[in-house]
């Protein structure tokens, strides 16, 4: 993929949270009618997966420390491993 000369949103890391928030900025994006393609671009320094996200061990607490904590889990859990933006 081409580098791009513009974007209108950069997310820096490549990582579960930097994915999920791609993911849902994409959805929130195409659920006001906006354009997503070519806005959202995500950077690494090194590959996607390639911290913390990539060795996780996938587990899922069942006391979470909060409920917007138990949201963001839950909304990471499910957003899968492909992302197209
Ligand atoms: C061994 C291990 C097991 C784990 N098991 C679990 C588990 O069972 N359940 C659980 O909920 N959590 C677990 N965790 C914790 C969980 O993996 C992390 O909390 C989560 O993956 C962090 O995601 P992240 O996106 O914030 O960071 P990361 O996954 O570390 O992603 C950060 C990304 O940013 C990139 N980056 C950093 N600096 C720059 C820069 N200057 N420029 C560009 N890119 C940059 C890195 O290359 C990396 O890809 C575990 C962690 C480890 C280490």
Known sequence: MA???????VIIGAGIHGLSTAWRLAE???AAG???E???VVL????IAAGASGVACARKSS????????AA???SATSGATIQV
């Open 63 to 70: 006391t979470p420390a909060s409920a917007a904590m138990a």
């Open 34 to 36: 906006e354009q997503v």
């Open 73 to 75: 889990v839950s909304s």
């Open 44 to 47: 690494d320094k090194t590959g």
């Open 28 to 30: 929130r994006l195409a």
């Open 38 to 40: 070519g806005r959202v």
């Open 3 to 9: 580098f791009p000369d513009h974007a209108d949103f």
